[in-house]
Protein backbone atom coordinates (compact mmCIF):
# COMPACT_ATOMS: atom_id res chain seq x y z
CA UNK A 1 0.00 0.00 0.00
CA UNK A 2 1.12 3.55 -0.38
CA UNK A 3 2.19 5.06 2.17
CA UNK A 4 0.18 8.48 3.19
CA UNK A 5 2.38 11.36 4.71
CA UNK A 6 1.31 13.36 7.55
CA UNK A 7 3.30 16.55 7.37
CA UNK A 8 2.74 19.05 9.72
CA UNK A 9 3.21 22.96 8.61
CA UNK A 10 4.35 26.07 11.04
CA UNK A 11 3.68 29.26 9.39
CA UNK A 12 5.93 30.89 11.70
CA UNK A 13 7.00 34.76 12.02
CA UNK A 14 7.64 37.37 9.59
CA UNK A 15 7.69 36.34 5.85
CA UNK A 16 7.21 32.90 7.36
CA UNK A 17 3.45 32.55 6.54
CA UNK A 18 3.86 34.15 2.68
CA UNK A 19 6.81 32.08 2.02
CA UNK A 20 5.30 28.93 3.44
CA UNK A 21 1.99 29.19 1.54
CA UNK A 22 4.01 29.62 -1.63
CA UNK A 23 5.79 26.38 -1.07
CA UNK A 24 2.10 24.09 -0.31
CA UNK A 25 1.45 25.58 -3.68
CA UNK A 26 3.90 24.23 -5.24
CA UNK A 27 4.02 20.92 -3.49
CA UNK A 28 0.32 20.57 -4.37
CA UNK A 29 1.26 21.26 -8.13
CA UNK A 30 3.52 17.86 -7.66
CA UNK A 31 0.37 16.12 -6.92
CA UNK A 32 1.95 14.36 -3.52
CA UNK A 33 -0.13 12.01 -1.37
CA UNK A 34 0.44 13.93 1.46
CA UNK A 35 -1.96 15.35 4.59
CA UNK A 36 -1.23 18.71 6.29
CA UNK A 37 -2.37 19.06 10.01
CA UNK A 38 -1.68 23.06 10.71
CA UNK A 39 0.19 23.67 13.57
CA UNK A 40 0.67 26.91 16.01
CA UNK A 41 3.29 28.56 17.38
CA UNK A 42 5.70 31.60 17.32
CA UNK A 43 5.99 35.12 18.45
CA UNK A 44 2.88 36.69 16.67
CA UNK A 45 1.15 33.58 18.20
CA UNK A 46 2.28 34.65 21.70
CA UNK A 47 1.29 37.92 21.46
CA UNK A 48 -2.20 36.49 20.52
CA UNK A 49 -2.49 33.96 23.30
CA UNK A 50 0.27 33.90 25.70
CA UNK A 51 1.72 30.82 24.32
CA UNK A 52 4.72 29.81 22.55
CA UNK A 53 2.91 27.01 20.90
CA UNK A 54 -0.55 25.40 20.86
CA UNK A 55 -0.82 23.26 24.41
CA UNK A 56 -1.10 19.85 22.23
CA UNK A 57 1.79 20.72 19.96
CA UNK A 58 4.19 17.95 20.88
CA UNK A 59 1.37 15.15 21.08
CA UNK A 60 0.08 16.35 17.61
CA UNK A 61 3.81 15.92 16.44
CA UNK A 62 4.29 12.32 17.48
CA UNK A 63 1.76 11.08 14.95
CA UNK A 64 3.54 13.10 11.87
CA UNK A 65 5.77 12.37 9.79
CA UNK A 66 7.99 15.56 9.35
CA UNK A 67 7.31 19.28 10.06
CA UNK A 68 7.56 22.20 7.16
CA UNK A 69 8.14 25.36 9.29
CA UNK A 70 8.78 28.69 8.03
CA UNK A 71 11.07 30.86 10.15
CA UNK A 72 10.00 32.05 14.10
CA UNK A 73 10.84 35.28 15.63
CA UNK A 74 12.81 35.55 18.46
CA UNK A 75 13.04 39.19 19.86
CA UNK A 76 16.49 40.32 20.93
CA UNK A 77 14.64 42.99 22.73
CA UNK A 78 12.48 41.03 24.87
CA UNK A 79 14.49 39.03 27.62
CA UNK A 80 11.90 36.95 28.69
CA UNK A 81 10.60 35.46 25.33
CA UNK A 82 12.91 32.36 24.83
CA UNK A 83 13.82 30.72 21.27
CA UNK A 84 11.06 28.61 20.06
CA UNK A 85 13.47 27.44 17.70
CA UNK A 86 16.00 26.29 20.41
CA UNK A 87 12.91 25.05 22.25
CA UNK A 88 11.74 22.78 19.31
CA UNK A 89 15.31 21.44 18.75
CA UNK A 90 15.61 20.52 22.71
CA UNK A 91 11.98 18.62 22.78
CA UNK A 92 12.27 16.96 19.05
CA UNK A 93 16.43 16.10 20.05
CA UNK A 94 16.56 17.71 16.09
CA UNK A 95 20.63 17.01 16.94
CA UNK A 96 21.40 17.35 13.10
CA UNK A 97 21.65 20.54 11.09
CA UNK A 98 21.96 19.99 7.91
CA UNK A 99 22.39 22.72 5.12
CA UNK A 100 23.09 22.34 1.49
CA UNK A 101 24.91 24.78 -0.48
CA UNK A 102 24.95 24.43 -4.28
CA UNK A 103 26.09 27.00 -6.64
CA UNK A 104 23.43 28.74 -8.83
CA UNK A 105 24.85 29.93 -12.19
CA UNK A 106 25.38 33.41 -12.45
CA UNK A 107 24.26 34.47 -8.76
CA UNK A 108 27.20 32.30 -7.37
CA UNK A 109 30.56 33.18 -6.85
CA UNK A 110 31.65 29.79 -8.27
CA UNK A 111 30.60 26.30 -8.80
CA UNK A 112 30.31 23.96 -5.71
CA UNK A 113 28.18 21.73 -3.92
CA UNK A 114 29.44 21.49 -0.42
CA UNK A 115 26.92 20.84 2.97
CA UNK A 116 27.20 22.29 6.99
CA UNK A 117 26.32 19.46 9.29
CA UNK A 118 25.54 21.83 12.59
CA UNK A 119 25.04 19.94 15.65
CA UNK A 120 21.98 21.50 17.09
CA UNK A 121 21.84 20.58 20.66
CA UNK A 122 24.65 21.60 22.73
CA UNK A 123 27.34 24.39 22.79
CA UNK A 124 26.66 27.71 24.30
CA UNK A 125 23.15 27.40 22.71
CA UNK A 126 21.79 25.64 25.99
CA UNK A 127 21.94 29.06 27.51
CA UNK A 128 23.76 28.27 30.44
CA UNK A 129 24.65 32.00 31.24
CA UNK A 130 25.35 34.08 34.59
CA UNK A 131 26.99 36.88 36.56
CA UNK A 132 29.79 35.47 38.35
CA UNK A 133 31.49 38.36 40.15
CA UNK A 134 30.05 40.73 38.11
CA UNK A 135 31.89 38.88 35.17
CA UNK A 136 28.81 37.33 32.36
CA UNK A 137 29.73 34.08 31.87
CA UNK A 138 28.56 31.35 29.18
CA UNK A 139 28.69 27.77 29.28
CA UNK A 140 30.02 26.18 26.28
CA UNK A 141 28.67 22.34 26.36
CA UNK A 142 30.12 19.09 24.10
CA UNK A 143 29.46 16.27 25.04
CA UNK A 144 31.26 12.93 23.83
CA UNK A 145 27.80 11.14 23.24
CA UNK A 146 26.84 14.30 21.18
CA UNK A 147 30.19 14.52 19.48
CA UNK A 148 29.89 10.75 18.44
CA UNK A 149 26.29 10.63 16.87
CA UNK A 150 27.04 14.18 14.96
CA UNK A 151 30.41 12.83 13.72
CA UNK A 152 28.57 9.70 12.69
CA UNK A 153 25.69 11.04 11.16
CA UNK A 154 28.12 13.54 8.63
CA UNK A 155 29.99 10.22 7.73
CA UNK A 156 27.03 8.28 7.34
CA UNK A 157 25.38 11.79 4.96
CA UNK A 158 28.35 11.81 2.87
CA UNK A 159 28.84 8.02 2.02
CA UNK A 160 24.54 8.03 1.22
CA UNK A 161 24.62 11.78 -0.65
CA UNK A 162 28.31 11.00 -2.57
CA UNK A 163 30.64 12.71 -1.11
CA UNK A 164 34.28 12.23 -0.32
CA UNK A 165 35.40 14.16 1.84
CA UNK A 166 34.48 15.03 5.37
CA UNK A 167 36.02 17.92 7.67
CA UNK A 168 35.47 18.26 10.88
CA UNK A 169 35.45 22.55 12.27
CA UNK A 170 36.87 23.40 15.59
CA UNK A 171 39.01 26.20 17.22
CA UNK A 172 41.03 23.14 19.63
CA UNK A 173 44.11 25.20 19.02
CA UNK A 174 42.66 27.41 21.66
CA UNK A 175 39.46 25.54 23.28
CA UNK A 176 41.58 22.35 23.75
CA UNK A 177 39.07 20.30 26.09
CA UNK A 178 35.88 21.33 24.58
CA UNK A 179 36.79 21.86 21.11
CA UNK A 180 39.39 19.59 21.32
CA UNK A 181 36.36 16.72 22.02
CA UNK A 182 35.10 17.70 19.50
CA UNK A 183 37.47 16.75 17.37
CA UNK A 184 39.07 13.81 18.62
CA UNK A 185 35.61 12.00 19.10
CA UNK A 186 35.39 12.89 14.84
CA UNK A 187 38.36 11.10 13.91
CA UNK A 188 37.93 8.06 16.23
CA UNK A 189 34.92 7.87 14.58
CA UNK A 190 36.18 8.73 11.00
CA UNK A 191 38.11 5.35 11.86
CA UNK A 192 35.16 3.38 11.09
CA UNK A 193 34.86 4.82 7.42
CA UNK A 194 38.40 4.29 5.71
CA UNK A 195 36.34 5.02 1.95
CA UNK A 196 36.13 8.55 3.21
CA UNK A 197 38.74 11.77 3.53
CA UNK A 198 38.38 12.48 6.80
CA UNK A 199 40.43 15.90 7.81
CA UNK A 200 39.61 19.54 9.63
CA UNK A 201 39.71 22.75 9.53
CA UNK A 202 39.93 25.51 12.08
CA UNK A 203 36.59 27.76 12.34
CA UNK A 204 38.29 30.66 10.77
CA UNK A 205 40.27 29.01 8.41
CA UNK A 206 37.03 27.11 7.64
CA UNK A 207 35.04 30.70 6.67
CA UNK A 208 37.95 31.67 4.16
CA UNK A 209 37.60 28.59 2.91
CA UNK A 210 34.04 28.90 1.93
CA UNK A 211 34.01 32.00 0.34
CA UNK A 212 38.31 31.59 -1.48
CA UNK A 213 37.53 27.64 -2.34
CA UNK A 214 33.85 26.41 -1.96
CA UNK A 215 34.53 23.88 -4.43
CA UNK A 216 36.68 22.09 -2.68
CA UNK A 217 34.83 21.36 0.13
CA UNK A 218 32.28 18.44 1.07
CA UNK A 219 30.92 17.38 4.38
CA UNK A 220 31.55 20.19 6.92
CA UNK A 221 30.72 18.84 10.44
CA UNK A 222 30.68 21.92 13.25
CA UNK A 223 29.36 22.46 16.61
CA UNK A 224 26.71 24.48 16.91
CA UNK A 225 27.77 28.40 17.07
CA UNK A 226 30.28 28.35 14.66
CA UNK A 227 27.96 25.81 11.89
CA UNK A 228 25.19 28.58 12.26
CA UNK A 229 27.86 31.24 11.52
CA UNK A 230 29.37 29.90 8.67
CA UNK A 231 26.09 28.92 7.30
CA UNK A 232 25.56 32.48 6.59
CA UNK A 233 28.69 32.89 5.05
CA UNK A 234 27.98 30.13 2.64
CA UNK A 235 24.38 31.30 2.19
CA UNK A 236 26.19 34.62 0.65
CA UNK A 237 28.69 32.33 -1.28
CA UNK A 238 25.26 30.74 -2.37
CA UNK A 239 23.95 34.56 -3.73
CA UNK A 240 21.63 35.03 -1.20
CA UNK A 241 19.86 33.88 2.35
CA UNK A 242 16.93 33.63 0.09
CA UNK A 243 18.41 30.76 -1.76
CA UNK A 244 19.24 28.02 1.19
CA UNK A 245 17.40 26.09 2.85
CA UNK A 246 17.76 22.95 5.93
CA UNK A 247 16.96 20.32 7.62
CA UNK A 248 16.85 19.78 11.40
CA UNK A 249 17.11 15.85 11.90
CA UNK A 250 16.49 13.53 14.87
CA UNK A 251 15.60 9.91 15.22
CA UNK A 252 11.75 10.48 15.32
CA UNK A 253 11.36 13.78 13.87
CA UNK A 254 12.66 15.91 11.15
CA UNK A 255 11.78 19.80 10.56
CA UNK A 256 12.44 21.77 7.14
CA UNK A 257 12.84 25.22 6.96
CA UNK A 258 15.01 27.97 5.27
CA UNK A 259 18.45 29.28 6.78
CA UNK A 260 17.06 32.85 6.83
CA UNK A 261 15.05 34.14 9.54
CA UNK A 262 12.03 36.14 9.48
CA UNK A 263 13.09 39.12 7.58
CA UNK A 264 10.80 41.63 9.00
CA UNK A 265 12.08 44.43 6.75
CA UNK A 266 9.98 42.71 3.63
CA UNK A 267 7.22 41.17 5.58
CA UNK A 268 4.22 41.44 4.37
CA UNK A 269 5.40 43.06 0.44
CA UNK A 270 4.90 40.05 -1.63
CA UNK A 271 8.74 40.12 -2.33
CA UNK A 272 10.12 37.57 -0.41
CA UNK A 273 12.15 34.78 -2.09
CA UNK A 274 10.63 31.72 -1.72
CA UNK A 275 13.39 29.70 -3.07
CA UNK A 276 15.09 28.91 0.59
CA UNK A 277 11.82 27.57 2.02
CA UNK A 278 11.08 25.32 -1.45
CA UNK A 279 14.63 24.15 -1.24
CA UNK A 280 13.98 23.06 2.40
CA UNK A 281 10.54 21.18 1.28
CA UNK A 282 13.20 19.78 -1.02
CA UNK A 283 14.89 18.38 1.38
CA UNK A 284 11.97 17.08 2.82
CA UNK A 285 10.64 14.82 0.15
CA UNK A 286 14.31 13.34 -0.05
CA UNK A 287 14.44 12.32 3.58
CA UNK A 288 11.12 11.12 3.37
CA UNK A 289 11.58 9.14 0.54
CA UNK A 290 15.16 7.77 2.05
CA UNK A 291 13.82 6.99 4.73
CA UNK A 292 10.71 5.08 3.48
CA UNK A 293 12.58 3.72 0.18
CA UNK A 294 10.15 5.92 -1.97
CA UNK A 295 11.57 6.76 -5.24
CA UNK A 296 8.40 8.73 -6.41
CA UNK A 297 9.47 11.18 -3.69
CA UNK A 298 12.76 11.08 -4.81
CA UNK A 299 11.34 12.00 -8.61
CA UNK A 300 9.07 14.26 -7.44
CA UNK A 301 12.19 16.03 -5.44
CA UNK A 302 14.11 16.31 -8.85
CA UNK A 303 10.80 17.82 -10.46
CA UNK A 304 11.12 20.14 -8.28
CA UNK A 305 14.85 20.63 -8.22
CA UNK A 306 14.89 21.35 -12.05
CA UNK A 307 12.26 23.87 -11.48
CA UNK A 308 13.47 26.03 -9.21
CA UNK A 309 16.91 26.38 -11.30
CA UNK A 310 15.63 26.76 -14.01
CA UNK A 311 13.03 29.76 -12.84
CA UNK A 312 16.61 31.22 -11.47
CA UNK A 313 19.14 30.57 -13.64
CA UNK A 314 17.32 30.51 -17.10
CA UNK A 315 14.31 32.27 -17.03
CA UNK A 316 15.68 34.74 -14.45
CA UNK A 317 12.32 35.01 -12.55
CA UNK A 318 14.10 36.60 -9.62
CA UNK A 319 12.71 38.61 -6.44
CA UNK A 320 14.73 41.74 -4.92
CA UNK A 321 17.47 40.02 -2.76
CA UNK A 322 18.54 38.52 -6.36
CA UNK A 323 18.31 42.13 -8.39
CA UNK A 324 15.24 41.62 -9.93
CA UNK A 325 12.00 43.18 -9.44
CA UNK A 326 9.61 39.85 -9.34
CA UNK A 327 7.41 39.31 -7.20
CA UNK A 328 6.91 36.13 -4.54
CA UNK A 329 4.19 35.39 -6.34
CA UNK A 330 6.16 35.27 -9.84
CA UNK A 331 8.44 32.93 -8.86
CA UNK A 332 5.65 30.60 -7.70
CA UNK A 333 3.92 30.75 -10.58
CA UNK A 334 6.56 29.81 -12.63
CA UNK A 335 7.69 26.96 -10.66
CA UNK A 336 4.29 25.75 -10.92
CA UNK A 337 4.12 26.05 -14.78
CA UNK A 338 7.46 23.82 -14.99
CA UNK A 339 6.28 21.44 -12.67
CA UNK A 340 3.00 21.18 -14.57
CA UNK A 341 4.58 20.63 -17.55
CA UNK A 342 7.20 17.73 -16.17
CA UNK A 343 3.96 16.00 -15.06
CA UNK A 344 2.23 16.13 -18.00
P1 LIG B 1 16.10 36.70 12.42
O1 LIG B 1 16.08 37.54 13.66
O2 LIG B 1 14.92 35.78 12.32
O3 LIG B 1 17.41 36.02 12.13
P2 LIG B 1 16.85 38.81 10.55
O4 LIG B 1 15.99 39.80 9.81
O5 LIG B 1 17.87 39.28 11.52
O6 LIG B 1 15.85 37.73 11.21
P3 LIG B 1 17.11 37.38 8.21
O7 LIG B 1 15.66 37.21 8.26
O8 LIG B 1 17.91 36.18 7.93
O9 LIG B 1 17.65 37.96 9.53
O10 LIG B 1 17.39 38.53 7.16
C1 LIG B 1 18.64 39.09 6.87
C2 LIG B 1 18.49 39.93 5.60
O11 LIG B 1 18.24 39.05 4.49
C3 LIG B 1 17.30 40.89 5.64
O12 LIG B 1 17.63 42.09 4.99
C4 LIG B 1 16.23 40.17 4.87
O13 LIG B 1 15.32 41.02 4.21
C5 LIG B 1 17.02 39.34 3.86
N1 LIG B 1 16.30 38.09 3.58
C6 LIG B 1 16.22 37.01 4.40
N2 LIG B 1 15.45 36.08 3.87
C7 LIG B 1 15.02 36.56 2.68
C8 LIG B 1 14.16 36.04 1.66
N3 LIG B 1 13.59 34.84 1.75
N4 LIG B 1 13.91 36.83 0.58
C9 LIG B 1 14.49 38.04 0.47
N5 LIG B 1 15.30 38.58 1.40
C10 LIG B 1 15.55 37.85 2.48
Not at 10 to 27: N, R
Not at 118 to 142: Q, S
Request: with cysteine; net charge neutral.
Amino acid sequence: MVKKYRIGVLKGDGIGPEIVQATMDVLNALELDFEYVELYGGYEYFKKTGKVLQDDFFDVVKRLDAILKGPLYTPPHEKEFKSVNVLLRKELDLYANVRPFRSFKGFSLKDFNFIIIRENTEDLYLGLEGFYRGVALALKVISYEGAKRIAEFGFNYAKSNGFKRVTVVHKANILKVSDGLFRDVFFEVAKRYPELQADELIVDTAGYTIVKSPESLGVLVAPNLYGDILADVAAAVVGSLGLCGSAQIGEKMAVFEPVHGVALDIAGKGVANPIGELESAKLMLLYLSQKYSDYKLYEKALKLDVAVRKTVEELKVLTPDLGGDGKTIDVINSIIKLVQLSNA
